[in-house]
């Protein structure tokens, strides 16, 4: 789907949401160029085929389920950073940057959902304990972005392309930035919130918002973690 160039906001304002986190903020107008991103979470059915021609590992799919026959269109989970990067370099893609995710997923007005600022629900997304498992992706219609994307928020966490710093939006620049350069952690940003139990993330309203960012360690493969892919518009 493609999402026009142009000025979005990012982040959130303490004092318009009490929910906003501390690497949230400042919050920003940035401007992006124009890019695609993938309309679903990617699929086990479309990961199996990149590990047919020898370009992705199944290396950590031993403690994930992973049926690409029985459950084609559940996204792939239980696969790390490196692995989501190399599917979507295969496929003629990238990860999308955090930037590109967080635009793609609550368009220009500043919503907080993907659906508007009405709280998350069953219907809008699959959240914690909706169905306690992945689900085939677009089964939740009513809570899609501004732009027609399914899932941006629940279903499983989505990888993004950046490097994670804490601090990053005091000192990023307001055109297309892509992360930090550096940094002395080895976490990416993990985006959209999903349908797993997290000791420390039990909290749905807060962590499905469109501005959340979850800092995971790029090593982890997890049942709750799986990417979309985004690409460049000449």
């Not at 709280?119 to 997304?125: E, G, H, V, Y």
């Not at 309203?205 to 469109?210: D, H, N, S």
């Amino acid at each position: 789907m493609l999402v026009p160039g142009g000025p979005f906001w990012r982040g959130c304002d303490p004092s318009t949401d009490p929910s906003c986190q501390p690497d949230e903020q400042p919050g920003a107008c940035l401007t992006l160029r124009a890019f695609e991103i993938d309309a679903t979470e990617v699929t086990q059915q479309a990961y199996a085929r990149c590990a047919a021609a020898g370009a992705c590992t199944t290396a950590h799919q031993s403690t994930c389920p992973f049926d690409p026959v029985g459950a084609p269109n559940v996204p792939v989970a239980c696969v790390d950073w490196s692995e989501a990067d190399a599917y979507c370099r295969w496929a003629g893609k990238r990860l999308p940057t955090e930037a590109e995710w967080e635009k793609a997923a609550r368009g220009t007005d500043g919503r907080y959902y993907p659906w508007g600022n009405e709280a998350p629900t069953c219907d809008r997304a699959n959240l914690l304990d909706c169905h306690n498992a992945r689900v085939d992706v677009g089964s939740t219609p009513s809570g899609d972005s501004p732009y027609g994307l399914h899932d941006m928020a629940g279903n499983v966490w989505e990888w993004t392309a950046d490097l994670y710093a804490s601090d990053y939006y005091a000192h990023a620049p307001r055109c297309a930035p892509t992360g930090p350069a550096t940094s002395l952690m080895t976490m990416r940003p993990g985006r959209g919130g999903g349908f797993e139990h997290l000791p420390t993330l039990d909290m749905p309203a807060v962590f499905l918002r469109t501005s959340f960012r979850h800092a995971i360690e790029a090593s982890i493969a997890r049942v709750g973690i799986g990417f979309r892919c985004a690409r460049s518009v000449p």
